[in-house]
């Protein structure tokens, strides 16, 4: 989007004049039309006039030269052709605005001519004076212009002033603006949100890469330890625990590393391929991965087949996370279920476990990046904090939902009670 900068004063101030200019032409012409048309009816009429008065004069016995002389004047020009043939008056050598041809009751003609040159003149008078007025307001209007238009952008001002205030780095000012249902008050508010949301992310951001960062050291410190104590040791016994625990930290920090490039590429905007998938053979496929990761773990799929449309791996992905998360919650003792369900264009996974479930205070939170409701457990599993955070992203990239819900949300297996309960909602495949 290419957004065209031209002064927005100097574009009002034309605009505004133009439009005037063009409404101002329009009315010249228009009462220019106007005075011609009256004028025409004004001349007909006074030629109608004269042509009566004539027929009077003829009953009050004026006759020949006498009566032309008394019906001319006033731009109006008479020829009289008496019943003999004798001719009193001429027509006009110039243009005739009008002209009224009478029979008088003395068997005379009489024709009145209304010369063109009184209207033309009357009409020149008038459009020079609408020429000087329409001028004139112009210039007023331009000048008056310039000052009200100044004034009426000055919240502009202020916004540029503003921006260039937070771009020096002065964060936290806002317009503030004290109507919202005007033009410059909706675009205020957007832009005092606009801030809001940048400034959110902003922190968010640096509050991710320094968590991230903190989370990075850990396993890079432990491995540059290893490696160093493994450069010293000679017993073989000792170099091959070494190289476990190398081993173990570098896994550790790959993890970490994979799970920080896999937000970045759905915070870019991931477009996940799509097809027709079964989330209830999605979720048997997870229970036999679990089982030959823990063979005496109790983990079942419920349900009924039930399709979406998206992309196996990332729904595999999620459901993964969910069940290993679970999994290390509840530990060895414990059972996971993984319930599909169907109702109201949606297909419903929950996953239940009888762990120790998520206090209200952190269904939510839990779902923010690098976040542990239990540090000690999750750094001894390898657990980076990413794993349900990845899960919802990859999620609403499928036009779904995941959500933590409070127990009573779902029954528990025979014998048992229902600690965490977390439930991914997606699109029935039509």
């Given at each position: 989007m290419t957004l065209r900068t031209?002064?927005?004063?100097?574009?009002?101030?034309?605009?505004?004049?133009?439009?005037?200019?063009?409404?101002?032409?329009?009315?010249?012409?228009?009462?220019?039309?106007?005075f011609a048309a009256q004028s025409q009816r004004d001349v007909e009429t006074a030629l109608l006039e004269k042509s009566r008065v004539a027929q009077q004069l003829v009953k009050q016995r004026v006759r020949g030269k006498d009566l032309a002389d008394r019906l001319e004047g006033r731009g109006v020009e008479v020829r009289l052709v008496m019943p003999d043939g004798e001719v009193f008056g001429q027509a006009p050598h110039e243009e005739v605005a009008n002209s009224v041809e009478r029979q008088l009751a003395d068997g005379?003609?009489?024709?009145?001519?209304?010369?063109?040159?009184?209207?033309?003149?009357?009409?020149?008078?008038?459009?020079?004076?609408?020429?000087?007025?329409?001028?004139g307001a112009l210039a007023v209007t331009a000048v008056a212009m310039v000052l009200v238009v100044r004034r009426a952008l000055a919240p502009l001002d202020a916004v540029t002033t503003l921006a260039r205030s937070i771009a020096r780095g002065h964060r936290g000012y806002r317009l503030n603006p004290t109507r919202a249902?005007?033009?410059?008050?909706?675009?205020?508010?957007?832009?005092?949100?606009?801030?809001?949301?940048?400034?959110?992310?902003?922190e968010?951001?640096?509050?991710?890469?320094?968590?991230?960062?903190?989370?990075?050291?850990?396993?890079?410190?432990?491995?540059?330890?290893?490696a160093e104590a493994l450069m010293q040791t000679g017993s073989a016994e000792e170099r091959e625990r070494l190289n476990l625990l190398l081993v173990r930290e570098s896994r550790r920090a790959g993890r970490l590393v994979d799970d920080l490039l896999a937000l970045a590429r759905i915070d870019a905007g991931l477009e996940p391929h799509r097809e027709r998938?079964?989330?209830?053979?999605?979720?048997?496929?997870?229970?036999?991965?679990?089982?030959?990761?823990?063979?005496?773990?109790?983990?079942?799929?419920?349900?009924?087949?039930?399709?979406?449309?998206?992309?196996?791996?990332?729904?595999?992905?999620?459901?993964?996370?969910?069940?290993?998360?679970?999994?290390?919650?509840?530990?060895?003792?414990?059972?996971?279920?993984?319930?599909?369900?169907?109702?109201?264009?949606?297909?419903?996974?929950?996953?239940?476990?009888?762990?120790?479930?998520?206090a209200p205070a952190d269904r939510e939170r839990v779902f923010d990046r690098l976040v542990r409701l239990d540090e000690a457990r999750d750094r001894r599993s390898g657990g980076s904090g990413l794993g349900l955070a990845i899960a919802r992203a990859l999620v609403r990239a499928h036009g779904g939902e995941l959500v933590c819900l409070p127990p009573h949300?779902?029954?528990?297996?025979?014998?048992?009670?229902?600690?965490?309960?977390?439930?991914v909602r997606l699109p029935a495949s039509p």
């Open positions: 031209a002064s927005l004063r100097r574009r009002v101030t034309l605009s505004a004049i133009g439009l005037l200019g063009v409404v101002l032409v329009g009315v010249v012409l228009v009462v220019d039309a106007l005379s003609r009489i024709t009145l001519y209304a010369g063109s040159s009184v209207i033309t003149a009357a009409q020149a008078r008038l459009r020079r004076l609408l020429l000087l007025v329409g001028f249902d005007t033009e410059l008050g909706r675009t205020a508010a957007a832009f005092d949100d606009m801030l809001d949301s940048l400034e959110g992310s902003e968010r951001t640096k509050r991710f890469v320094a968590d991230a960062a903190h989370e990075l050291r850990t396993p890079v410190a432990g491995v540059q330890a290893v998938v079964d989330l209830l053979a999605l979720a048997e496929a997870e229970v036999g991965r679990t089982r030959l990761l823990a063979p005496d773990f109790d983990v079942a799929a419920e349900g009924r087949p039930a399709h979406v449309s998206g992309d196996p791996q990332r729904l595999a992905q999620v459901l993964a996370n969910l069940t290993d998360n679970a999994r290390q919650a509840t530990g060895l003792d414990g059972w996971v279920r993984l319930r599909v369900s169907a109702a109201d264009g949606l297909v419903v996974l929950t996953v239940v476990d009888d762990g120790p479930g998520v949300a779902a029954g528990a297996p025979s014998g048992g009670g229902v600690g965490a309960v977390f439930q």
